[in-house]
């Protein structure tokens, strides 16, 4: 039996969906500005499956010598179906011998993570990983 508050919900579906979209980019456009965002130059490590969403380990490594021409200025986070998709930024300098970056993160539910790399010169690199949730991390 199709009712009435079943129709407002899927009348409603799609504007949700676009709401999320919207929040995302508009995460990412506070985080890099307009700046192109290329793929590659940048490595994300996160599991499958994650059993406990409230501790999800990442690990991001840019590519990048670190030296004062070139190095990675900030390693920005975000989950595409958390409340708040902008998770961390992580600011750099080339004082590190590396521009890598281990943490643990909190997904309400299976979706993809993104990762991008701002390099000194303007420069933004991505990488995203789909990670199943089983048991979500998030209040919602």
Known sequence: MTTRRSLLALALLPAAAATADDALQAAIRDAVGNAA???GGI???APATAE???QVPITILAESPMTAADHVTAIHVFATANPTPGIA???LTPLLARAEVQTRIRLAEA???IV???MNDGRVRRATAEVRVTTGGCLT
């Open 37 to 39: 965002i290329t793929d």
């Open 43 to 45: 490595t994300l490590r």
């Open 52 to 54: 406990n969403g409230g």
């Open 89 to 91: 930024t992580f600011r």
């Open 111 to 113: 979706q993809h993570v």
């Open 116 to 118: 991008l790399a701002q």
